[in-house]
């Protein structure tokens, strides 16, 4: 009897837990906005696939404190997007990505339903005028380096392929980099004949990235479509 008073009474706490979650409200408010230069979003490696966040929130408030941070991703097209409750937060950006000057200053921001914030950075270099070409089995890539930071320098630019849209120095089956290169208008050349792995893709997926030396990320042109 003793046994089977102390399975109701352990079952009766599971099931009064259980309706105390049910009961427990979710985050419904959408926080979410890009990072940008001079209002244009940024090319950007996606982050949330290899749960590698670009930034932190932290709710303020003695009643957060044990909470820690809550990781924001980002996507390809510089966006990111994140359910929260309603309150105050200061937003930080990691000191160790992205590619551009590090912005040390904390963003105060008021969420109270939806909410779109743009986080203004300083790339060290943007990529403009992108034209992707496949022909023969060669991708072709013409573009032109922008210099933003007077001081920085190109460490690479590398053109990434990938059997998705996802295309970045991560997610990638295959890659050429170039280097010694200065600011301007390039054309760059990959040849894929030799390479059976992109043969044996279906879809073929193309972007090209540069480094900069002062950085760790690099910023990208848009995703092209090869097949």
């Given at each position: 009897m003793k046994n089977i008073n102390s399975l109701i009474l352990i079952l009766g706490l599971f099931l009064v837990?259980?309706?105390?979650?049910d009961n427990f409200d979710e985050p419904k408010s959408e926080f979410k906005g890009r990072f940008v230069y001079e209002g244009e979003a940024l090319q950007l490696r996606g982050?949330?696939?290899d749960n590698d966040c670009m930034m932190y929130a932290y709710q303020e408030g003695p009643e957060y404190e044990d909470r820690g941070a809550i990781n924001l991703f980002v996507n390809s097209d510089g966006e990111f997007n994140s359910l929260m409750y309603d309150g105050f937060y200061k937003i930080v950006l990691r000191q160790d990505r992205g590619p551009w000057i590090p912005r040390k200053d904390t963003i105060e921001v008021?969420?109270?339903?939806?909410?779109?914030?743009?986080?203004?950075?300083?790339?060290?270099?943007?990529?403009?005028?992108?034209?992707?070409?496949?022909?023969?089995?060669?991708?072709k890539v013409k573009c032109k380096i922008n210099q933003m930071v007077e001081t920085a320098s190109i460490d690479r630019a590398v053109i990434y392929i990938s059997k998705t849209k996802l295309v970045?120095?991560?997610?990638?089956?295959?890659?050429?980099?170039?280097?010694?290169?200065?600011p301007g208008e390039h054309e760059f050349t990959f040849d894929l004949n030799?390479?059976?792995?992109?043969?044996?893709?279906?879809?073929?997926?193309?972007?090209?990235?540069?480094?900069a030396r002062e950085g760790n990320d690099y910023i990208f042109s848009e995703v092209t479509q090869l097949r």
């Open positions: 837990t259980g309706c105390e979650l982050t949330a696939y008021n969420i109270k339903g939806n909410q779109i914030l743009d986080v203004e950075v300083t790339p060290y270099f943007l990529i403009k005028d992108t034209e992707i070409d496949f022909q023969n089995k060669v991708v970045d120095n991560v997610a990638k089956i295959a890659e050429k980099s170039f280097t010694n290169l200065t030799d390479n059976g792995v992109t043969d044996a893709a279906k879809f073929l997926y193309a972007r090209i990235g540069v480094k």
